[in-house]
């Protein structure tokens, strides 16, 4: 069973410390580093006087690991200076950091997409097996087996023979969430919603019963990059038992040959367009963002198709409103099928980093037990087995089980191919075409033309 642990973000120190305190404190310090050292396996200090310039993206775990950087700097005399860009922009300076001849990074948050795939591909992305394997290196209390195998795999891309880019540092499964309060206002009684009819007739209720209120019965991503990446799970969710290929997913046969006019793809394309109209006006646009802020805002009923992380906000006082009225469920079955998928980000070097063994312990501290322990009660998706031990205890056994169930039905979301990122726009069109009125059997004959033609283009075939 998985089982993880969450705790509210850190908020800063207040009031004033007396000298006498700071000593004592530095003191204390001082003698937990030390005896940290002491009991490791390498010299941490082996980089001393160096600078590790890491990049990351606006993250809850970016939050938590950014409150613990002075312990690595104090342990490893290694400074560290952090970028933080919200994922509007991180994405576009990722690639063109890795693409100069001196990036300015030599860490940086990866997710096995596209922009992954494309940076090693273009041997941008420093391989990170024989820095776990050098025992000068890598602390015997690391513990790489620890990290769940499916979740490492993800980055260890096609053709890359088994190396690895990225160390894992948080999960998520693409589940269900909803409002407690409001289905027990209404007479819905969740645990008899089994299939996907039985929540879309719920929606409907809801959708009469608060829509004057100003809230929605749905909300779900539109026009964001990142959405087709969800819409697979809501594709898996109908697809069945059949088979598929990876990093093609359920878009291409072995031939190339597109398959948008499968009828799993196109009951995906015409659910999500239904879900983006139970929304509020404007949900065509709407990013992760806007649907996380619609939700824990009180202004959403569910919120379908996305990333169990969320949780962590859901559940924390200070940016939620609905604490303790948040229900988590798998996505629904379908008459076809029930599944989903997941992602993950995870932390890299960059090729052309001058100080790659530094930026190595920053890595291997940052995704330490010791780390993870604290990062993953920030995020709701801990990557380390040792971590998920307490999950019923501490997010109470709903969420515990909503993720465990997703899991086991989960396929690994990754596109990997030359022109994914052109389909995946073109899916986005695809898809707010549907919501405008577009029957979704004659987009999906409009997203096959096009990726024959992306198909072409690349000389996939």
Not at 204 to 213: F, W
Not at 274 to 296: E, M
Not at 454 to 461: A, E
Request: glycine share 8%; net charge neutral.
């Amino acid at each position: 069973m998985w089982e993880v642990e969450a705790i509210m973000s850190r908020g800063k120190r207040l009031g004033r410390i007396v000298a006498v305190m700071s000593t004592l404190l530095i003191l204390s310090m001082m003698s937990s580093v030390g005896a940290g050292a002491a009991s490791s396996s390498i010299n941490w200090r082996q980089c001393n006087g160096q600078t590790v310039k890491v990049l990351l993206d606006a993250h809850p775990w970016q939050e938590a690991i950014q409150g613990r950087i002075k312990e690595f700097e104090n342990l490893t005399g290694i400074k560290v200076e952090l970028t933080v860009l919200g994922e509007d922009t991180y994405w576009d300076r990722v690639t063109l950091g890795l693409s100069s001849a001196e990036p300015p990074f030599d860490v940086f948050m990866l997710s096995p997409n596209q922009t992954g795939f494309t940076g090693y591909q273009n041997k941008w992305i420093a391989q990170l097996d024989s820095y776990i394997a050098d025992t000068r290196l890598t602390d015997q209390s690391y513990e790489f087996d620890d990290f769940y195998p499916f979740i490492v795999d993800g980055f260890r891309f096609p053709n890359a023979k088994g190396r690895l880019y990225a160390i894992p540092l948080t999960m998520e499964t693409y589940m269900l969430f909803y409002r407690k309060d409001l289905l027990k206002q209404q007479g819905i009684d969740p645990a008899k919603l089994l299939t996907m009819d039985d929540w879309l007739k719920a929606l409907e209720i809801l959708d009469k019963a608060y829509r004057k209120d100003g809230i929605a019965a749905a909300v779900i991503r539109g026009q964001d990059p990142t959405m087709p990446d969800e819409l697979l799970a809501a594709v898996y969710n109908y697809w069945g038992d059949r088979p598929f290929l990876a990093q093609r997913m359920f878009y291409f046969d072995s031939e190339w040959n597109p398959r948008f006019t499968d009828p799993a793809v196109i009951k995906a394309i015409d659910l999500w367009a239904r879900l983006i109209n139970y929304g509020p006006k404007g949900s065509t646009s709407f990013t992760w963002y806007d649907c996380v802020h619609q939700f824990a805002s009180g202004k959403a009923a569910t919120f379908w198709f996305d990333a169990s992380v969320f949780g962590s906000i859901f559940e924390d006082p200070k940016q939620s409103k609905v604490v303790g009225n948040v229900g988590y469920a798998p996505v629904p079955a379908t008459e076809t099928g029930h599944g989903t998928t997941h992602w993950a980000w995870g932390l890299s070097i960059a090729e052309k980093s001058k100080v790659k063994n530094a930026a190595w312990l920053f890595v291997q501290w940052a995704t330490g037990p010791a780390s993870e322990r604290a990062t993953a009660k920030a995020t709701y998706g801990p990557v380390r087995q040792s971590t998920w031990k307490n999950s019923v205890e501490i997010f109470g056994k709903e969420f515990t089980n909503a993720v465990d169930v997703s899991l086991k039905m989960s396929a690994p979301g990754y596109m990997y191919f030359a022109g994914a990122r052109e389909l995946a726009d073109r899916i986005i069109d695809g898809v707010i075409r549907v919501t405008q009125g577009a029957d979704a059997r004659d987009v999906a004959k409009w997203l096959d033309d096009n990726a024959l033609e992306i198909v072409k283009r690349n000389k996939l075939r």
